[in-house]
């Protein structure tokens, strides 16, 4: 089985992208199954039940979604060598621009989108810095000038990443993403010993404790203050 | 990564002299220099605190890898010339739907270059230029093959993010960016790097008036601009500030520009035009059309000496059709004299 981890900010495509995708690995042969991981809610899972693509989601709840999802990946892989899959798609909310969910050796997937605006790539992280391909959306609603701005930008913050526009809506560029995605040598088997490409802050502090009283004294453990000064005070 | 170790012992100030560009990837990176030049790139990395690489979610050995990366890009990039060298594309047969082979001879197109592709709904003329885009080696549902300058092309072309090989004109009309016609052609013209950016940007805004019925003013907000004038802009950027030397166009419509025009400004840019159309005046415009059905290209036709008098034919039905459409909106009635006069002049 291969695995794959899709990442990016909320409503950039995700979905659209990967539905379109594994309807050309589809046509190769191959069996697809995905996992969605969210906060609250999503309804990501019907989308992929009615393409009938095998899907299980994990809401996170208050935890931050890719706190959660390294917690459960090795469970994910199970239920997907179970399934039989050839290609095990992983699909995070990008909610928390501090984390990611990429694995050392296992592909990472950015999906950003052209409306998002020219400094959205400088302000999400490793999420887009520690993946191996970018993917730019909604080509379609913007100029030529603008889809090669935003494509410079994208290159700026992750110069080694392999940038691709897919259209998420007719699925121009979908069949030569899928290109990309299987490698019939890859067998994934465990995850167990394989290492996150960037650390996960913990962000335990009296307050993720239960503590509700306000004020200096009440506060334990990894508390950061707020920098009130302006910068002639420095 | 050639730039590896002679890289961590340069200081700031010598890199920035020698790559100008260095100071925006500084910048997204969220890399603050200031007051740091006379330290080494490594000695500028150990300046960052633990507090702040978490912070920032930097990693030093990733941007270090960034660094040189860039670095190698970008020489790569300034160093080509305009065109970016494709003086020549061919198409080779592949298979349609039904899985016969294709029987056309290769289909050499060059810079310059019109040419149109017609077809039904549904039979493939996305596809075909998917397969250009890709630079497809028997590896797409077609099994086509294109060649670059009679070569097998660079591998650049399919995953380079400033080595596009094809631009689109899509069929929108509105930018989403909230800036000056000029502050957007600056912003286009620094992600570019070209020289001489004053005078591009100039050369871009005198085309596009050109081509838009009315005038549009530089310091115009181009989210104000009217659609006829977004399209011209879009068209006159394309041609002189993409980088990319094949254009894709999906059905230029009628929307007050000059489409005659806008063609002719295209390849005057030395761009290889591709336009995937049902209208006959957009058809015959091209040298040659690939005629596709069923997945697979059918034909391709030369556009004789006798359709080109028929082009001009329809075009002076189009401007008839144009001058009631006018008359039409300013509260005239139309009679069958004017009618025939226009024929007459036309
Ligand atoms: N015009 C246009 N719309 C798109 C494109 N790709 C996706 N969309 C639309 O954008 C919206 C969000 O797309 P999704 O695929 O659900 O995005 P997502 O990233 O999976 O969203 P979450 O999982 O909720 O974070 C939908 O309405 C899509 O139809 C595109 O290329 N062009
Ligand atoms: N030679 C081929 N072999 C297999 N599949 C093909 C072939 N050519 C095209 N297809 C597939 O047929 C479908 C329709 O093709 P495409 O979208 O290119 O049509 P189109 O001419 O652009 O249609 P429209 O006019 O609606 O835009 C696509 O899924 C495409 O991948
Ligand atoms: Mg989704
Ligand atoms: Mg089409
Ligand atoms: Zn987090």
Redesign the interface.
């Known amino acids: 089985m291969n695995l794959v981890t899709f990442s990016g900010p909320p409503s950039s495509g995700k979905t659209s992208v990967i539905l379109k995708t594994i309807k050309a690995l589809k046509?190769r042969g191959l069996k697809i199954g995905v996992v969605k991981f969210d906060a609250l809610s999503t309804d990501d899972d019907i989308l992929y039940e009615k393409a009938g693509v095998p899907v299980r989601k994990g809401l996170s709840g208050a935890l931050c979604p890719d706190h959660y999802f390294v917690s459960n990946i090795e469970e994910v892989v199970e239920w997907g060598k179970g399934e039989g899959l050839d290609l095990l798609i992983t699909e995070s909310a990008g909610l928390c621009?501090?984390c990611s969910p990429y694995i050392k050796d296992i592909k990472a997937i950015c999906v950003l989108d052209?409306?998002s605006g020219?400094n959205t790539?400088?302000k999400i992280?490793?999420m887009l810095?520690?993946a191996d391909i970018a993917i730019i959306t909604k080509?379609?609603?913007?100029?030529?000038?603008?889809r090669?701005?935003f494509?410079?930008?994208?290159?700026?913050?992750?110069?080694?990443a392999?940038?691709m526009h897919v259209n998420g809506l007719?699925g121009?560029?979908a069949?030569?993403l899928s290109?990309l995605l299987y490698e019939k040598e890859e067998k994934i088997e465990s995850l167990k010993g394989k290492k996150l490409r960037?650390s996960m802050?913990a962000a335990l502090c009296s307050y993720c404790l239960g503590e509700t009283r306000i004020g200096e004294s009440y506060q334990m453990g990894n508390v950061r203050k707020i920098d009130m000064k302006g910068k002639d005070q420095k | 990564m050639k730039n590896g170790k002679r890289l961590k012992t340069r200081k700031i100030s010598e890199l920035l002299e020698l790559y100008p560009f260095l100071t925006?990837?500084f910048?997204?990176?969220?890399i603050d220099i200031e007051g740091k030049a006379d330290l080494t790139i490594n000695e500028l990395l150990n300046t960052i605190d633990e507090d702040e690489l978490?912070d920032?979610?930097l990693?030093v050995e990733?941007l270090l890898?960034?660094i040189s990366?860039?670095i190698d890009?970008m020489i790569e990039f300034l160093g080509e010339d305009d065109s970016n060298g494709v003086e020549k594309l061919t198409i080779l047969p592949g298979r349609d739907k039904s899985g016969e082979t294709e029987k056309f001879d290769p289909i050499e197109i060059s810079k310059s270059e019109i040419i149109s592709i017609v077809g039904p709904t549904g039979s493939g003329k996305?596809r075909l230029l998917?397969d250009i885009e890709?630079t497809a080696q028997e590896?797409?549902?077609t099994l086509r093959k294109i060649l670059i300058n009679d070569k097998l092309p660079d591998k650049k072309w399919?995953?380079?993010?400033?080595n596009?090989l094809v631009?689109?004109?899509?069929?929108?009309m509105n930018?989403?960016?909230d800036l000056t016609v000029r502050e957007?052609?600056e912003?286009?013209a620094k992600?570019?790097m070209v020289e001489e950016e004053e005078s591009v940007i100039e050369k871009i805004i005198y085309e596009a008036n050109k081509l838009a019925g009315e005038k549009f003013d530089p310091d115009t907000p181009v989210t104000s601009l009217s659609g006829g004038q977004?399209r011209a802009l879009?068209i006159a950027?394309?041609a002189i500030?993409?980088?990319s030397p094949i254009v894709l166009i999906d059905e230029i419509e009628n929307a007050g520009i000059d489409r005659k025009k806008a063609l002719r400004l295209l390849v005057g840019e030395e761009k290889i035009v591709l336009m995937a159309t049902h209208d006959p005046l957009l058809a015959l415009m091209g040298n040659k059309r690939i005629v596709i059905n069923n997945g697979g290209i059918k034909k391709l036709i030369i556009t004789s000496d006798q359709e080109k008098d028929i082009l001009s034919g329809l075009e002076k039905m189009d401007s008839i059709v144009q001058k009631m459409r006018k008359k039409l909106r300013y509260g005239e009635s139309l009679s069958l004299e004017d009618l025939m006069k226009e024929n007459e002049n036309a």
Do not use: C
């Open positions: 046509d621009n501090r052209n409306l020219i790539p400088k992280g490793p810095k520690m080509g379609d609603i913007v100029s030529q000038a603008e090669e701005v494509a410079s930008r994208v290159n700026m913050v992750n110069p080694g392999v940038v007719n121009q560029g069949f030569e290109t960037f802050p | 925006n990837f910048e997204d990176n969220l978490e920032k979610a990693d990733k890898s960034s990366e860039y890009q996305s998917a890709w590896d797409t549902p399919r995953f380079s993010s400033s596009k631009a689109q004109l899509s069929q929108n930018f989403v960016m957007f052609l912003l286009h992600s570019r977004s879009m950027d394309t500030l993409s980088s």
